[in-house]
């Protein structure tokens, strides 16, 4: 399954029309391109399931809720999602956004709860070897770069700012984005650059499982 110069040129046209009186007399054509959308994500889907448990995938709506944002054009100009892991024991989520210019593959965490917050903090703070470890690895640095996510300009309450592992403590969001050029996005083998971006993050996605399954001593909380 590929994406098509048609997916991405519907997106750029909608981006530099961004009104409602564009789209609705060409929703029909939206309605196509998103269903080839839909086809990519769920055989990106498909695919991982030979080697992680996806639970399912969920394209987000392209209609942007406009009463609080400053920006008021009613439509997202792109074609993105999410891929959610099943059960309570495998934590993390895949990330995929297909939009000219701005294509990303990753996951991680966005917005942990205070209880998993506080918990990936404890982790870092205790033993923070095995999470540089990951992160160093060549392919996976090469891939990712640097973890991303807003963070506290200090050390969060009950952490010592000297701690060794501070500028991992510090954040409030783990997650980490693979961007794809609008040439690498229409290659035949996009698909499979997206797969092995996944299988590239799921060393990460098993240690914040581990860590977030268990408590300080390792023992299941499940």
Do not use: C
Request: glycine share 6%.
């Amino acid at each position: 399954m590929n994406i098509s110069k048609e997916n991405l040129a519907f997106l750029s046209a909608l981006k530099k029309n961004n009104t409602r009186d564009w789209f609705n007399p060409r929703k029909e054509e939206f309605k196509k391109h998103e269903k080839e959308a839909k086809e990519f994500f769920q055989s990106v889907e498909n695919r991982m399931n030979e080697t992680d448990q996806i639970e399912g995938y969920k394209v987000f709506r392209i209609y942007r809720d406009v009463r609080f944002s400053a920006d008021k054009t009613p439509f997202k100009a792109r074609f993105a999602g999410s891929f959610s892991r099943a059960t309570a024991a495998l934590r993390g989520g895949y990330y995929l956004n297909i939009e000219p210019g701005n294509s990303i593959a990753g996951g991680g965490f966005y917005a942990p709860n205070p209880e998993d917050l506080k918990r990936i903090r404890m982790e870092f703070d205790m033993d923070d070897s095995e999470i540089r470890e990951i992160m160093s690895n060549p392919k996976f640095k090469t891939t990712f770069g640097d973890m991303q996510g807003d963070e506290l300009k200090s050390a969060p309450k009950g952490f010592d700012k000297e701690s060794k592992a501070i500028d991992l403590i510090r954040k409030k969001q783990f997650y980490f984005i693979r961007h794809f050029s609008d040439a690498e996005v229409l290659s035949p083998d996009f698909e499979d650059k997206v797969i092995d971006s996944y299988l590239t993050i799921r060393p990460y996605f098993d240690y914040m499982s581990s860590a977030l399954t268990t408590d300080l001593n390792g023992e299941s909380i499940l």
